[in-house]
């Protein structure tokens, strides 16, 4: 429980603001800190504890320290205790756990058949739930998790005596609910659902807990239980809103933090443009290299190093030959924990443990790659180098990162960076993301707690509530999609109230350049509100036919699952999937109806070692052809191994240790069919459709490419089944007309709607609080089912996840925002900041910016002539 935040002294020095300063201190950092925000400390306000809280609660929570509680969770616990729903949103370590757990652990104290239900996105938050009550040592309360990782055995225990039980909507949906029978005594005295980090449950993800919620309380009802649920969540924008539309319930809100809070100095940072020995090394390693020398040094420029040159990658290659429909997806579902391109590279310039050796070295001019572009480190890089000296400088730091390889590549290069200075300092840094085995993320956890880890590399699976206060930084590496999540990664940071530092380093790409630029998109903005809807057919379908498993639908039923539940059973009727009786719809098939919550089709691939067959972990499915196809190198833990086979119908891929010296990039080639336009807009030469399409995606070859230079040493076939979306779209078109008005000649065409596509899937997240890694574009200058040049962006998910609905009805300032991005860019021929993605099937190949600029031009001048 994080209520234990102790209020700021009056005058305490400000840790954070004092790191930052020695940060700055390095003349080369300091140039990259783009904006610094002082968030100021606060008071808190405390409240009495409630009459009804259970006495001998109070008094174990009086000796953990809490003397009482604050006021927003004296005002959800109230709320929750006289039977209204509420969430909670106030702001990370506020201790929202209290504001539930006084209400639900008083009930179940008080009455012997009471049950509590709280729910988690990940285990790792369940168990450190558990471990929080299991601690406050309540003889009358029995808790236990339920989860994938709960043997037989103590399944039946955990039905049979636990009152509370702590689990994830994932088992509520696969687990539980469809064999309630065995939890009818539970369900029955079922009192309080708790919904922790709900702002989490958004987009298709969202709308799946939403019906699996509405799942719970169809069938508590039939028990004859009506539970209150009570939701905790970040802080959002109209919190009771998106609660009520998870939930189904009218919701109370209670958004006014009360909590004391240190103060945070947040800093906005852009890594630097590369020096020439740096450059040197980006051009060896890129495929750029054979397009031009770099400018001649400055005569300035000190000899290079003696250490070893960075590898300053580029995200870049030779792509294959320009086809006349290029692509840059498909996105993988789940897109935070994808393996991503993020570009690898060594903690480079800084000298471990000594902030202030660093700073002796003179800043020097950027050297231009080709074209006059500045080579800018890769955030990732950059992330590496400032948790080596955060460590070495004894900060307790956490790093989050977008993918799972990034985290490995970071604990990896920040340690060999320690060891230089101390073996002692680099064990005590490591990765932490999902797809690691139980055991595994519990030891990491533990060792975060206790501080004998002093740095760490994780990808979100660490942003949600787990505890490990007592940290010092964070560090985000790119901006993680939502304000939210934002806030929620940069909270994870302060002790003692003696004040925190975050720092978001920008990805080279269209949006982070943009944020890091413009604070107040980050700092004046309200945190947006969490978008679900449960009204998705595509989602909604699969939901009824479980619930008809689970107990036949009435009539009365329908209501629950809103306005198009009634035409959607009747097509489920038609397509034989439901039965209709006097009684009402029943599942009659032999099987359970099938349908991945997690918006991820498919089982995941498990990672086993062939010669020992060790379990080392899993990759969803949906990246599995990317990420472990035959021939691709695998991290885990910091060991490399080689994927020998990659057996699909198994869902295995089998894997040796092995330390090649090359890494893999796999190819991919995309196809995009239009099912039909559902709404559209004319504007003379320029049509904006909404609609059906389906993407055929396969991944074709992979490149292998020498570790530190990027050199391609070999491209490898691979035979690889295509795979099949059926999503929304947001697509344009523009006529012959038009491109003759830009200034494109045939032969450009294809660069140019490529790059407008790249940098429109890159800007997109600003209009739709999506990701990039949520929607996918495929662009042609000659569609054939549009007859017409043609660019599509489209959700990454099965039906649609209102992203590309968004594009479209925000469409003039979308691309408004795209062109201002490839205008405002420095680089002459694309750069990532703006044209380029990282996540390009086709390598990035053809790209022509001053074309894409045109062309958008000529576009607005129809579209969003302002
Ligand atoms: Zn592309
Ligand atoms: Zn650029």
């Known amino acids: ?78 709320h929750a205790h006289a039977g209204r729903s509420v969430v909670l949103a106030t702001g990370t370590a506020s201790g929202k756990s209290l504001g539930y757990l006084m209400p639900v652990l008083s009930v179940l104290l008080a009455e012997p058949s009471a049950r509590a239900f709280y729910l988690a996105p990940t285990k790792a938050l369940a168990n450190d739930q558990l471990r929080a009550v299991r601690a406050l040592t309540l003889t009358g309360v029995r808790a236990a998790t339920y989860d994938g990782d709960t043997p037989g055995y103590e399944r039946d225990w955990v039905r049979a005596h636990a009152t509370f039980v702590l689990t994830s909507p994932d088992m509520l949906h696969q687990g539980i609910l469809p064999s309630h029978r065995r939890w009818a005594a539970f369900l029955r005295g079922l009192r309080y659902v708790v919904v922790d980090e709900c702002h989490g449950y958004r987009g298709v993800f969202g709308s799946h807990v939403a019906h699996v919620l509405r799942r719970l309380r169809r069938v508590c009802a039939r028990y004859g239980a009506t539970p209150v649920f009570i939701l905790a969540s970040a802080t959002v924008s109209e919190p009771a809103d998106a609660a009520s539309r998870l939930t189904g319930l009218d919701v109370q809100a209670v958004e006014e933090d009360a909590s004391p809070r240190g103060a945070m ?34 005569s300035s420029a000190p000899p290079a190093p003696s250490r070893p040159a960075p590898a300053v990658s580029g995200p870049l290659s030779a792509g294959p030959t320009a086809s006349e429909a290029v692509s840059s997806g498909p996105v993988a579902p789940a897109a935070a924990e994808s393996a991503s391109s993020q570009p690898v590279g060594t903690p480079a310039g800084q000298v471990p443990g000594a902030l202030t050796a660093v700073a002796a070295q003179p800043p020097e ?25 955060l460590v070495a400088d004894g900060v307790r730091t956490l790093v989050f990162v977008r993918s799972r390889r990034a985290a490995e590549v970071i604990a990896q290069s920040a340690r060999r960076a320690l060891s230089e200075v101390s073996a002692d300092l680099a064990e005590r840094v490591a990765a932490y993301r999902a797809g690691y085995l139980p055991e595994e993320r519990r030891a990491l956890e533990a060792d975060l707690r206790s501080g004998r880890l002093l740095g760490v590399a994780a990808t979100n699976a660490l942003e949600l509530g787990v505890d490990i206060t007592g940290l010092d930084a964070t560090v985000i590496t790119g901006y993680p999609g939502t304000l939210a999540s934002l806030w929620q990664q940069a909270g994870r940071a302060g002790r003692d109230g003696a004040g925190a530092l975050a720092v978001l380093v920008a990805r080279d790409d269209p949006l982070d350049t943009y944020l890091v630029h413009h604070p107040e998109a980050v700092f004046g903005r309200p945190v947006e509100a969490t978008v679900l809807d449960p009204d998705n057919p595509y989602v909604l379908g699969p939901h009824l036919e479980y619930a008809a498993a689970e107990l036949p639908l009435t009539e009365a039923d329908l209501d629950l699952f809103g306005p198009l539940a009634r035409p959607t059973v009747d097509d489920l009727v038609r397509r034989g999937r439901l039965r209709r009786r006097p009684a009402g719809w029943y599942w009659t098939h032999r099987h359970r109806p099938d349908v991945d919550i997690r918006g991820v089709s498919g089982q995941p691939v498990r990672i086993v070692e062939a010669s020992t067959g060790r379990l080392l972990g899993t990759v969803d ?158 662009s042609s200058a000659l569609h054939p089912d549009t007859s017409r040049t043609t660019v599509f962006v489209y959700d990454g998910y099965p039906g649609g996840a209102g992203f590309a609905e968004r594009g479209f009805l925000r469409g003039g300032p979308w691309l408004r925002a795209t062109r201002d991005v490839i205008a405002a860019c420095e680089c002459t021929a694309g750069c990532p900041s703006c044209v380029q993605s990282p996540k390009c099937g086709n390598g990035n190949e053809p790209l022509d910016k001053p074309a894409a600029r045109r062309l958008l031009d000529a576009v607005l001048r129809r579209l969003d002539p302002s």
């Open 1 to 78: 429980m994080s209520v234990q935040t102790s209020a700021p002294e009056p005058g305490a020095p400000d840790r954070g603001a004092a790191v930052l300063d020695r940060l700055r201190a390095d003349a080369r950092r300091s140039c990259c800190v783009t904006h610094v925000e002082r968030v100021p400390a606060r008071a808190g306000t405390r409240a009495p504890w409630p009459a009804w809280a259970d006495p001998v609660l109070v008094s174990r929570l009086r000796a953990a320290g809490i003397d009482a509680p604050w006021t927003h969770q004296a005002r959800a616990a109230e």
């Open 265 to 298: 100095s947040f800093a906005l940072y852009e890594p630097p443009l590369s020096y020439p020995w740096q450059a040197h090394a980006w051009q060896a390693s890129s495929s750029f290299a054979s397009s031009s020398e770099p400018s001649a040094r400055p």
């Open 365 to 389: 001019p950027p050297v231009h790659g080709p074209g006059g572009v500045a080579v800018r480190r890769s955030a990732t890089a950059e992330a590496a180098g400032l948790l080596a000296d």
């Open 621 to 778: 499915a949906a990246t599995s052809h990317s990420t472990v196809h035959r021939g691709a190198v695998y991290l885990h833990q910091g060991s490399s191994y080689l994927v020998i086979e990659l057996d699909l119908d198994a869902a295995v891929a089998f894997v040796e240790a092995a330390t090649p010296d090359w890494t893999t990039v796999a190819r991919e080639d995309t196809d995009i069919r239009v099912v039909e336009s559902i709404r559209s807009r004319t504007a003379g030469d320029v049509e904006l459709h909404l609609g059906t399409v389906e993407v055929s995606s396969q991944v074709v070859s992979y490149q292998r490419r020498q570790a530190g230079s990027g050199r391609v040493v070999g491209d490898d076939p691979l035979d690889l089944p295509a795979r099949h979306l059926r999503t929304r779209a947001v697509w344009y078109t523009v006529t012959e007309e038009l491109l003759v008005e830009a200034e494109i000649d045939d032969d450009a065409v294809p660069g140019a709607v490529h790059a407008a596509e790249h940098a429109a899937i890159g800007i997109l997240p600003l209009f739709a609080t999506c990701d990039r890694w949520d929607i996918g574009g495929v």
